[in-house]
């Protein structure tokens, strides 16, 4: 079975700086899909970004990009120019390729990050 | 506006009750999910069901039911088997095909159990 860490609980940024926020994550696949999602103080969850893992080009989307390390099994992701709307619970997710594992993701601990003014 | 609705947003029930959480989406999705969340563990799969009238248990099943009669709705019994069922909980819709396609998310529903 596949796991996923998120090693940091808890980060913080000044605004309009950058942070990484690290995942790592466990499989015998060699091809699967990795995903950041958020999750405000509404607890509404929101993708924030995606990755193929045969793709080697890194994902970007906007100020949001991350450091897809194959070998490594590491999925960072980068959030650059901090907003004090980025203050969220970041979960890092799973995906396997395989067609009998439907799309069930497998979510990491979650990093929370706070943003100071 | 497509998306998908959980109800009620606050459920409090007493211990040795049985309880169902309701997930409705308008999406068209194949694929429906139940996550749990609990402080410090992220959210953890406890049943999905990827087609109308079929459904599999995720990691966490034990003390949880679920049924898959229509096409937008995936009710969960959390029954009194659940030895520790208060917690949030979330459901979540997909397309079922191969790819990047993202799950969405409902605002869930916060349980407590007295």
């Known amino acids: 079975a596949q796991t996923v860490t998120q090693s940091q609980p808890e980060m913080s940024v000044q605004e309009a700086e950058t942070v990484t926020l690290s995942c790592t994550y466990d499989?015998?696949?060699?091809?699967?899909?990795l995903f950041w999602y958020k999750q405000p103080p509404s607890r509404q969850m929101i993708l924030v970004i995606r990755q193929e893992a045969y793709k080697q080009q890194n994902a970007t989307e906007n100020r949001f990009s991350v450091n897809f390390q194959k070998a490594a099994k590491s999925f960072s992701l980068k959030i650059s120019d901090s907003q004090l709307g980025d203050a969220a619970m970041y979960f890092c997710?799973?995906?396997?390729?395989?067609?009998?594992?439907?799309?069930?993701?497998?979510f990491g601990e979650g990093t929370q990050l706070t943003v100071n003014p | 506006d497509g998306g998908i609705t959980q109800s009620p947003k606050y459920l409090f029930r007493k211990e040795g009750q049985n309880v169902t959480l309701s997930c409705e989406q308008n999406?068209?999705?194949?694929?429906m999910y139940w996550y749990r969340q609990d402080p410090g563990q992220g959210l953890r799969l406890i049943y999905y069901s990827q087609i109308v009238n079929d459904f599999q248990k995720g990691d966490i099943a034990e003390g949880y039911s679920v049924s898959r009669e229509k096409k937008e709705s995936f009710p969960l019994t959390v029954t009194s088997a659940q030895k520790n069922p208060t917690a949030f909980y979330l459901c979540a819709s997909s397309l079922q095909d191969r790819g990047l396609n993202e799950q969405f998310f409902g605002p869930g529903t916060r349980l407590t159990v007295l």
């Open positions: 997710a799973y995906r396997s390729w395989k067609e009998t594992s439907g799309s069930r993701l497998t």
């Open positions: 499989t015998s696949e060699s091809d699967y899909y």
């Open positions: 999406l068209n999705h194949d694929a």
